[in-house]
C-alpha cells in the first residue's frame, strides 16, 4: 500500500521548512538525477550526473530495484518525509543509502545496535563510499573527531547510535553540517506499544528539532496498524509518504510443535540441526542460553552463546564467528540477529515462548534472507508463559515503585546529582532483589518522562543515573498511571495473542499478516497447518495436470540437462519466485525473468505452490539436493510426467485449479460453462461406473478411480462423447488414460446412445 503524497511546502504553522535540501528544486521525481557528489575512499570526486538506476549498478552491483524500493527512493529524492515498513531482506538499508549518494549534505542513520552499524559501515567503505559510525565504542576524543570531519564533509553517511543524542554538545555539532537526511532505523522501537522500545528512541523528535527540521525517513520491519500510527505522531512527521511493501516471507515454512518436556524440546532440536546445521536457536533468558549451549556441546554440535551478559569482547568474538562460518549454531537471546547479514540461515528455533508476535515473527524472519526454503520452528509448552508472565511484571513497575525508585536515587545522588550505581545494586537497596528488570523500567520511565538522564560511564559495563530536577520531591511524581495500565493490558494481550496462535489450526503466515493489518491474505501453503495431509491421494484433474507440467517445466528450464540426467541449479523458493513472477532482487540478478516459464503460474499463488512442490517431491517427481543451499531438480519419473507419458497421484493442496478456496490470493471461482449445465445422464453414469469396476480388477484390483476419477465420468455422462477425440478434450483425461482406458468408455457410451 502506498500513499499518494502531496508537495510539503511548509510546517502546519505555516513557517517555511529549515534545511530543506537545496537539491530539491533540482531533482524531479521522475527523473531521479542530479549533479551532486559521491564519495569514494574518503573523497569527494566531481562526477557527472547519474540517476537512480546507474548508481544502483555502479555502487551497489544490482540492476533493478526490488518491489517497492523504487517508489521509497523517488520519494526520499523528492523532498518526502516517509515511513516504510519492508519485510527482512526487502531491502530496507538501500532505501536510504542510494539517496545519500545522490543529494547535497550528509545522511545521518539512527541505528541500535553497535554489530548491525559495524557490519553496515564496513559493507559500504567495501563498496568505495565513505561512511563511518559514533557510538560508545569509540572514546570521547574520537567522537569529537568524527563528528568534525562529518561537518567538513568527509562523509555522506554516518551512523549514530540514538544514546549519542543526549549529548547537547554533540547535537550541537552535528547540527553544523547539513543534513540530507535523518534516517530512522529499527522505528518501532521509538513505540511504546511496540516489542522492543527505547527511551533513546522517544526523545528523536526533540532532536529533529534542535537539528531544524531535516527530511526523516523511518524504517521498520514488524509494525501494527497501532505501532505505525504511533512513529508517525511521535516524529511529527510532516504530510508523510507511508509505504507498507508486506510482511509476506513465503520461503519460510512456521512450525509450531507442541513439546511435553524439556527432554522432548532437546530431541527435537537436535533433529532440526542434523536436518538444516545453519541456525539460531532463540532462548527467553540468559541462564537458559547457557544450558541450552552446554547441552549442544554434549552432543557434539559446535555452536556459540551469545546473550547480554557476556562482555562486549565476548559478543563480539561471538557474532564474528557466526558471521564468519567458523561456527554455524548460535544459541541466544534475543539481544542477537537485529540487522545481522548472513543470508544462509537455514532454521530457527525458538526453545521458548517469545513474549509477542511481533518478537516471533522478527526473530523467524532472520533465516532464509537468501529467499530459499528455511525452517521456523517454535517447540511449544504452555508452561513456557511463566517465563513471559515474569518479564510482563518485571516490565511494567507500579506508580508506587517508581515513585519509591526516585526517592532512593535521590537519597543516593552525589554533590553532581549523579548515581553510579549498577541497576542490580539499585534493585537490592529498593527492596526487589532478583528483579534488576523492574529497576529497568521504572528507571526508563522516569528518564522518558524527564526526571532523570542516563549516561555511559567511562570504563565500565554500567549506566550511570542523573536526576535533571534535584531539589523536586518524589511524592507525587507526575506519572501517568493510566498509560502504565494500559500498557500492562496490551503486553498481556500480546502474549495471549501468541498463545492462540500457537494453539489455532490455521495458517501460521495468514494469521501473522491479518495481525500485522494486511486484509484477506492469502494460506502459505508451507506452514505445518497447511501441510497438514489429510485429503487422500488422487490422479489429476486436466487442469491439475496441466499445472503440474507447467511447475515440472519451471524445473527443467531452471536445471542443466546432462547426459548423466538433470542437474539442480536453484531451490524450491527461487523456483516458486519465478513461476509466479516475482520482481525480488534474487529473480532479476539471475535474470530469471528471462526465461518462458517466469510468471507462467501467476494465477496459482506462492502459497499453492509450495506446498504442490512438497508434494510432487513425496511423489518422486521433484528431488531435493542435500547441503547448505538445498536445490530442486527433476527426477526420470518427473521429466516423464512433464511430458504427459506417465501416470502419477499426488496429496493435492486445497485451493487448486480445480477447487478454488477463498483463503487462496487469486484464486476465482470459473463460471460454469455451457457443458457443464447440461445435466448428467445418471443411468449412463452407473454404465460407465460398471466399465470402470470391470477395467480396475482387470488392473489388478487397483482403486477405480486410479481409472478415472467421478468428476470425469459425470462430464462423460452429461457430454457423451462419440470420439477418442472429443473425449481426450475432457477434464481428467490425459494422454497416458486416453490410450488405455478411453476406447472402452466411448465403446458404451455408443451403445447406450444406439
Known amino acids: 500500500m502506498v500513499r499518494e503524497p502531496a508537495a510539503p511546502r511548509t510546517w502546519s504553522n505555516g513557517a517555511p521548512r529549515r534545511n530543506w535540501p537545496a537539491y530539491r528544486a533540482k531533482v524531479p521525481a521522475a527523473g531521479l538525477t542530479n549533479g551532486t557528489q559521491l564519495v569514494i575512499d574518503g573523497r569527494i570526486p566531481q562526477i557527472q550526473a547519474m540517476d537512480a538506476h546507474q548508481c544502483l549498478a555502479r555502487y551497489f552491483g544490482f540492476r533493478e530495484f526490488l518491489d517497492a524500493q523504487e517508489e521509497v527512493i523517488k520519494a526520499l529524492l523528492a523532498g518526502e518525509d516517509a515511513l516504510v515498513v519492508m519485510p527482512t531482506g526487502g531491502g530496507k538499508s538501500l532505501c536510504y543509502q542510494l539517496p545519500a549518494l545522490l543529494r547535497d549534505g550528509v545522511t545521518v542513520v539512527v541505528s541500535p545496535l553497535i554489530a548491525l552499524m559495524k557490519d553496515q559501515v564496513d559493507g559500504l567503505q567495501r563498496k568505495g563510499i565513505a561512511a563511518t559510525l559514533i557510538n560508545s565504542s569509540l572514546g570521547a576524543g574520537a567522537q569529537r573527531e568524527r563528528v568534525s570531519a562529518v561537518a567538513r564533509g568527509e562523509f555522506k553517511l554516518v551512523y549514530v547510535a540514538p544514546e549519542r543524542f543526549r549529548s547537547p554538545s554533540f547535537v550541537q555539532a552535528l547540527g553544523e553540517t547539513t543534513i540530507g537526511l535523518f534516517a530512522i532505523d529499527e522505528a518501532h522501537c521509538l513505540s511504546m506499544w511496540g516489542h522492543d522500545f527505547r527511551p533513546d528512541y522517544f526523545r528523536l523528535n526533540a532532536v529533529l528539532e534542535k537539528l531544524g527540521r531535516p527530511q526523516v525517513a523511518a524504517f521498520t520491519a514488524t509494525a501494527t496498524p497501532e505501532v505505525r500510527a504511533d512513529i508517525l505522531q511521535h516524529l511529527d512527521l510532516r504530510e508523510p509518504r507511508e509505504f507498507v511493501a508486506g510482511f509476506a516471507r513465503p520461503n519460510l515454512k512456521l512450525v509450531v510443535r507442541p513439546v511435553p518436556n524439556e527432554g522432548a524440546k532437546f530431541a527435537r532440536l537436535r533433529e532440526v540441526i542434523r536436518e538444516h546445521r545453519i541456525g539460531i536457536v532463540y532462548c527467553a533468558t540468559r541462564r537458559r542460553t547457557e544450558a541450552v549451549a552446554a547441552e549442544l556441546q554434549t552432543s557434539a554440535v559446535t555452536s556459540v552463546l551469545y546473550h547480554g551478559g557476556l562482555s562486549e569482547q565476548e559478543r563480539a568474538a561471538a557474532q564474528d564467528a557466526f558471521m564468519s562460518r567458523r561456527s554455524d549454531v548460535v544459541v541466544a537471546t534475543n539481544a542477537f540477529g537485529m540487522g545481522i547479514d548472513r543470508a544462509d540461515i537455514r532454521f530457527v528455533v525458538h526453545f521458548e515462548l517469545p513474549g509477542s508476535i511481533e518478537a516471533y515473527y522478527q526473530e523467524a524472519g532472520r533465516a532464509g534472507r537468501d529467499g530459499e526454503a528455511a525452517t521456523c520452528e517454535l517447540l511449544?509448552?504452555?508452561?513456557?508463559?511463566?517465563?513471559?508472565?515474569?518479564?510482563?511484571?518485571?516490565?511494567?513497575?507500579?506508580?508506587?515503585?517508581?515513585?519509591?525508585?526516585?526517592?532512593?536515587?535521590?537519597?543516593?545522588?552525589?554533590s553532581e546529582n549523579e548515581i553510579h550505581v549498577s541497576q542490580r545494586d539499585l534493585a537490592q537497596r529498593v527492596g526487589a532483589d532478583g528483579n534488576d528488570l523492574m529497576v529497568g523500567a521504572?528507571?526508563?520511565?522516569?528518564?522518558?518522562?524527564?526526571?532523570?538522564?542516563?549516561?555511559?560511564?567511562?570504563?565500565?559495563?554500567?549506566?550511570?543515573?542523573?536526576l535533571l530536577n534535584p531539589g523536586e520531591s518524589g511524592r507525587p511524581l507526575k506519572i501517568d498511571a493510566k498509560k502504565l495500565a494500559e500498557k500492562v493490558r496490551r503486553d498481556r494481550s500480546k502474549l495471549k495473542t501468541l498463545v492462540d496462535f500457537a494453539y489455532a489450526r490455521l495458517c501460521r503466515q495468514q494469521s501473522i499478516l491479518r495481525y500485522f493489518g494486511e486484509h484477506d491474505p492469502g494460506v502459505c501453503g508451507n506452514c505445518d497447518v497447511c501441510l497438514d495431509r489429510s485429503a487422500p491421494a488422487r490422479p489429476p484433474t486436466e487442469e491439475e495436470a496441466l499445472v503440474v507440467r507447467k511447475a515440472l517445466s519451471g524445473v527443467a528450464r531452471m536445471s542443466s540437462n546432462t547426459t548423466g540426467g538433470w542437474q539442480a541449479r536453484f531451490g524450491r523458493g527461487r523456483i516458486v519466485q519465478t513461476l509466479v513472477g516475482s520482481r525480488s532482487r534474487e529473480i532479476l540478478e539471475a535474470r530469471l525473468d528471462q526465461l518462458s516459464t517466469y510468471g507462467l503460474l501467476k494465477a496459482e499463488g506462492v502459497g499453492y505452490l509450495n506446498q504442490l512442490f512438497r508434494e510432487l517431491q513425496q511423489a518422486d517427481l521433484v528431488v531435493t539436493t542435500p547441503g547448505d543451499y538445498p536445490k530442486v531438480t527433476l527426477t526420470a519419473r518427473g521429466a516423464e510426467?512433464?511430458?504427459?507419458?506417465?501416470?502419477?497421484?499426488?496429496?493435492?493442496?486445497?485451493g487448486g485449479v480445480s477447487v478454488p478456496e477463498k483463503g487462496r490470493r487469486g484464486a476465482k471461482r470459473r463460471a460454469k460453462s455451457a457443458s457443464e449445465i447440461?445435466?448428467?445422464d445418471e443411468e449412463l453414469l452407473e454404465r460407465l461406473k460398471s466399465v470402470r469396476r470391470d477395467l480396475a480388477r482387470q488392473n489388478g484390483n487397483s482403486p477405480a478411480y486410479l481409472i478415472f476419477s467421478d468428476e470425469t465420468l459425470r462430464a462423460f455422462a452429461r457430454l457423451k462423447p462419440r470420439s477418442e477425440e472429443a473425449g481426450r478434450q475432457i477434464r481428467g483425461v490425459g494422454e497416458i488414460k486416453a490410450a488405455r482406458y478411453l476406447p472402452r468408455f466411448i465403446q458404451e457410451i455408443a451403445a447406450a446412445i444406439e
Do not use: C
Open 380 to 414: 511449544f509448552n504452555h508452561a513456557d508463559t511463566r517465563v513471559q508472565e515474569f518479564f510482563i511484571e518485571g516490565s511494567n513497575p507500579s506508580p508506587l515503585f517508581i515513585t519509591e525508585l526516585y526517592e532512593l536515587l535521590r537519597r543516593e545522588a552525589n
Open 442 to 466: 521504572a528507571l526508563h520511565i522516569l528518564d522518558r518522562e524527564g526526571y532523570i538522564d542516563r549516561f555511559d560511564i567511562p570504563g565500565k559495563r554500567m549506566r550511570g543515573t542523573r
Open 641 to 654: 510426467v512433464m511430458k504427459g507419458r506417465s501416470d502419477y497421484e499426488l496429496h493435492w493442496p486445497p
Open 678 to 680: 447440461v445435466p448428467v
